[in-house]
């Protein structure tokens, strides 16, 4: 081998312990990344998947013909998606249902631990404040209205302003509040198309200016 030779591999030997390491290892870092964006994504397409197999296992046990759940097979259901799948939208629509069936049965304080459950630490804002309001519901069945009225206080996101401010004129209507209750109806009113706004809220609306004549 020559001396331009024998320079020409040292010279690669060095550019290799400076370079072709880091390559290689780069290389294989994102190769690494690669693979495991494609599981992480398979991953979570099975974890959807068993997911919502148990989520329509829940609606049919609690949505049955007769209305009727069977409050067991329901708690069952819910307490799988909260061990699989904690904390995802799944496991807390499932625990909505779990509250339902608890308000149904007159257990008002189970209904009301799962509901805190879900707006604590809500998956979305849309359960976030679904579980505020029907827990807002409970306390007013539990005679609480004021401590109800206090878990209503804030903004509500425009697609359920109208509702939360309907339920603060009913809770306000069980306090003897009856203008603050005219006002908030007027706000679900108003939060409302027109066509949506004739109805059971009318109705309240008119039941309170016939209680003022």
Do not use: C
């Not at 519901?137 to 401010?165: C, P, Y």
Request: glycine content about 8%.
């Amino acid at each position: 081998m020559s001396s331009t030779e024998d320079e020409q591999l040292a010279d690669f030997k060095d550019w290799w312990t400076r370079n072709g390491k880091p390559l290689v290892t780069g290389g294989l870092l994102a190769l690494v990344i690669v693979f495991g964006w494609q599981a992480y994504h398979k991953y979570q397409s099975n974890q959807a998947q068993g997911a919502s197999i148990l989520y329509q296992q829940l609606l049919e046990t609690t949505l049955t013909p007769d209305g009727k759940p069977d409050a067991a097979r329901v708690s069952d259901l819910a307490g799988k998606l909260n061990s699989e799948f904690g904390g995802s939208a799944y496991a807390q629509y499932g625990s909505l249902f779990v509250a339902k069936v608890a308000v149904d049965s007159g257990k008002l304080d189970d209904a009301a631990n799962e509901l805190k459950a879900i707006f604590a630490k809500p998956a979305n804002p849309a359960l976030g404040e679904i579980a505020r309001q029907r827990m807002a519901q409970v306390l007013a069945a539990q005679n609480k209205a004021d401590e109800a009225l206090k878990l209503l206080e804030g903004d509500a996101d425009k697609a359920f302003l109208a509702t939360r401010e309907e339920l603060k004129g009913d809770l306000l209507v069980q306090l003897g509040r009856t203008d603050e209750a005219n006002a908030a109806y007027q706000k679900a009113k108003a939060a409302l198309s027109d066509e949506a706004a004739v109805g059971g809220l009318q109705i309240k609306l008119d039941d309170l200016a016939k209680g003022d004549a």
